[in-house]
């Protein structure tokens, strides 16, 4: 079993900046796709930045949305079991539950991954 914990959510002014942090414990393994997806009240969780699992050709790929490019960093840190989220000029829009999620067969679709956390609220305020 895998447990990811988020941490780093809070309210924020729009155009500030915040860290997100997603912690694995468990069954780690830096060999699987990682990402970060959010979810507003009365809408589907939606694919906000991923990293893919190293394979033959890379040491993996980072995608982003289009809605964040430019503004979102996600990053991992093996020796620490830690996937990071690096949020700046945010938005109001940019306000949701943000979930880490570890071990999808496709970075990008929230329903192909295995494990999720419990999320952390981030609330951008205008």
């Known amino acids: 079993q895998v447990q990811l914990v988020e941490s780093g959510g809070t309210l924020v002014q729009a155009g500030g900046s915040l860290r997100l942090s997603c912690v694995a414990s468990?069954?780690?393994?830096?060999?699987?796709?990682m990402g970060w997806f959010r979810q507003v009240p009365g809408k589907e969780r939606m694919f906000v930045a991923a990293?893919?699992?190293?394979?033959?050709?890379?040491?993996?790929?980072?995608l982003y949305d289009d809605s964040v490019k430019g503004r979102f960093t996600i990053s991992r840190d093996n020796a620490k079991n830690t996937l990071y989220l690096q949020m700046n000029s945010l938005k109001s829009e940019d306000t949701a539950v943000y979930y880490c999620?570890?071990?999808?067969?496709?970075?990008?679709?929230?329903?192909?991954?295995?494990?999720w956390g419990q999320g952390t609220q981030v609330t951008v305020s205008s």
């Open positions: 990293v893919t699992a190293p394979d033959t050709w890379s040491d993996g790929k980072i």
């Open positions: 999620a570890k071990d999808g067969s496709i970075a990008t679709i929230g329903f192909a991954y295995d494990y």
């Open positions: 468990g069954r780690t393994s830096s060999r699987v796709n």
